[in-house]
């Protein structure tokens, strides 16, 4: 999992809680949050794997807010 990059800015997303840089490691169990003027979108990471096809890239996450 240490090699997955998590790309982000002006602390508009969180990573467990807190404000995450560019180049944030994720790993399985984390949760994102995307915060946008409307409101907020909180997912945990399933699964982390270096290369994915498109049909496996919605079971690495699920929506929880």
Do not use: H, W
């Amino acid at each position: 999992f240490g090699n997955c990059l998590f790309v982000c800015g002006a602390d508009k997303i969180l990573l467990n809680g807190k404000p995450a840089k560019s180049g944030t490691r994720v790993k399985e169990g984390d949760i994102i949050e995307i915060l946008f003027s409307g409101g907020a979108l909180k997912c945990r990471v399933l699964s982390v794997k270096e290369v994915v096809k498109k049909e496996e890239a919605a079971k690495m996450y699920e929506v929880i807010a």
